[in-house]
């Protein structure tokens, strides 16, 4: 018998892997790092981001669609 285990949610993403699921380019997301509006934690010389702080970046662009419109 097999037992199929479910992957674990991811819990840290690299940059690389934030521009994707934002269909963003890499550059952005190193810009968007760098002027404090996209957190990341730090694990040795890695930047990483935890699915939250994506979610908060997320909200932060809506907030700025919205304060725009």
Known sequence: MTTVVE????????????AKALRIGRSMVYEEIRL?????????RRRLVPPEYIAQYVELLKREAEATA
């Open 7 to 18: 992957p674990a949610e991811q819990l840290l993403y690299r940059p690389e892997e934030v």
């Open 36 to 44: 404090g509006r996209l957190q990341t934690v730090r694990i040795g």
